[in-house]
């Protein structure tokens, strides 16, 4: 069973705040994702990571930052929110051998007002 | 541009029926194939992996592949009503890599008590 954490669940919060969403695996994977999602819509990929010391942008532009300092932590900041940035957060990994499945943690639901 | 097509439903199947999910792939060179269950509001949940063609059951799930039509299924038996959900087709392009995993947009599928 995958083991990765996602902190905080949901997040409301006013306009123009610096935001951290936590994302942490226990599982040694070397491969992060995060993916953006809207109610009912698909999943975007928006950063990912190889390992340590490697971020890349994904399929869809994000104004957020992501680090990769440790193998398990993998954050992702917003340095200035906006209403437009109000959706489900959802981290994954992924073992870094080829062709693997991602495993995902329950998310963050982001309010931004 | 690597694709994963699926539709999007909503798929209707009366409790106790076979639900039948389908997915086409368009990169002839992909490698893995997954399947996710995503509840609405809660993050997808790996449920089938299938590296070869032809079928592979797990309980009442059965995923089938066929790579010479590019073309991945998953078969529900016994539908209930907790099978309800929304299912991502996932497909693990040509040399892996942090984006080598393509989803599709999802089948939304009810079934009717």
């Known amino acids: 069973e995958a083991d990765i954490y996602q902190t905080p669940r949901y997040l409301v919060i006013g306009t123009g705040k610096k935001i951290t969403l936590e994302c942490s695996q226990t599982?040694?994977?070397?491969?992060m994702y995060w993916y953006q999602q809207d109610p009912g819509m698909e999943l975007h990929l928006i950063h990912y990571?190889?390992?340590?010391?490697?971020?890349e942008k994904g399929d869809l532009s994000s104004e957020s930052t992501v680090s990769r300092i440790r193998t398990e932590h993998f954050p992702l900041t917003l340095e200035s929110a906006r209403p437009s940035h109000t959706s489900q957060y959802l981290c994954?990994?992924?073992?870094?051998?080829?062709?693997?499945?991602?495993?995902f943690g329950d998310g963050t639901r982001l309010s931004i007002l | 541009q690597k694709e994963v097509e699926q539709n999007s439903g909503p798929l209707s199947v009366p409790e106790g029926a076979i639900a039948s999910l389908n997915c086409t792939y368009s990169?002839?060179?992909?490698?893995?194939f997954f399947w996710y269950r995503q509840y609405s509001g809660k993050s997808p949940e790996l449920i089938m992996s299938?590296?070869?063609?032809g079928d592979k059951e797990d309980g009442r799930f059965t995923a089938q592949l066929n790579k010479a039509s590019q073309y991945v299924s998953l078969l529900i038996r016994d539908s209930q009503p907790s099978d309800s959900a929304t299912y991502l087709c996932?497909?693990?392009?040509?040399?892996?890599?942090?984006?080598?995993?393509?989803f599709g947009k999802g089948t939304h599928l009810i079934i009717q008590p």
């Open positions: 599982m040694g994977h070397d491969k």
């Open positions: 990169d002839r060179g992909s490698q893995s």
């Open positions: 996932a497909v693990s392009q040509r040399g892996g890599g942090a984006d080598g995993l393509t």
């Open positions: 990571s190889y390992g340590v010391n490697s971020t």
């Open positions: 994954a990994s992924s073992d870094g051998t080829s062709n693997q499945p991602q495993h």
């Open positions: 299938i590296y070869s063609n």
